[in-house]
């Protein structure tokens, strides 16, 4: 009777769902076997070095930056409240969920065992470069999101508003997990940074094309559903791509002459 009332209320989970779980197991031992052949190695030099061999272009950024959040960033975010359509929002907000970092590297890891799968090892070091830029901009992203704790436009059209956690008197630290943590995109950060080795690699126009389009669609989603301000996606764009060629400069001597 016993056995009888435990079968009841216990039910086995879902297929998709235990083998999800067994996907990401292996997945974090793949990762773990990454880190040890040294794909994470002399990222953050590399970075360095590219701000470095930049810092003209960096500083013309910055200006830049400033201008934005000051005379750009709200008349942006109104225009996207104004032109509000649920329909729109519906279809941008699946395009959202297409940059979460969890799908990225979910696909990239995937596509690497099929190469893998199929003898072109070539083609598996790209996309270990691509999946190791992923996660290291997840990294990167986290660590700026809690260093600037930048308001969401989603919670007040105050686009000036930085710092907030540490300057403020309420030391709630919920509000870091979404409703300060507005710069920069960590979806627009993560899909800039894994595709940029693919496009460095890749021959194909075409598939160079497609790689942008879907980064840019990811970025324009992000504003449009008013969950991050212009001077976000534009500081995340470029932050990405620095990782992504930071990456590839430091793993690109694994690379044969040959293309995807």
Request: include cysteine; charged fraction near 10%; hydrophobic fraction near 55%.
């Amino acid at each position: 009777m016993i056995l009888l009332q435990i079968a009841k209320y216990t039910h086995m989970p879902k297929p998709f769902v235990v083998f999800g779980a067994l996907f990401t197991i292996y997945a974090a031992f793949i990762l773990f076997k990454t880190i040890r052949e040294g794909y994470f190695n002399g990222i953050f030099s590399q970075i360095i070095n590219l701000f470095h061999e930049y810092y003209k272009a960096f500083l013309i950024f910055v200006l830049c930056m400033v201008f934005i959040v000051y005379f750009i960033d709200l008349p942006i975010t109104r225009q996207c409240i104004s032109w509000y359509n649920i329909d729109v929002y519906t279809i941008l907000d699946f395009i959202n969920s297409m940059g979460e970092g969890w799908f990225v590297i979910s696909v990239l890891f995937t596509l690497s065992l099929i190469y893998d799968f199929l003898g072109k090892s070539n083609s598996v070091v790209v996309l270990k470069i691509s999946y190791v830029a992923a996660a290291y901009a997840g990294i990167f992203n986290a660590v700026l999101k809690f260093i600037f704790n930048r308001q969401r436009p989603s919670i007040g059209l105050e686009p000036t508003n930085f710092f907030y956690f540490f300057i403020s008197g309420d030391k709630r630290l919920i509000d870091l997990m979404y409703a300060y943590n507005s710069m920069p995109s960590g979806h627009t950060i993560t899909v800039f940074a894994a595709i940029v080795p693919i496009i460095l690699y890749n021959k194909s126009s075409l598939m160079k094309f497609l790689l942008l389009f879907y980064a840019i669609s990811v970025a324009i989603a992000r504003i449009y559903t008013i969950n991050h301000w212009f001077s976000d996606i534009c500081v995340s764009g470029v932050l990405g791509i620095i990782i992504g060629l930071a990456i590839y400069r430091t793993n690109s001597y694994r690379i044969k002459a040959n293309a995807i």
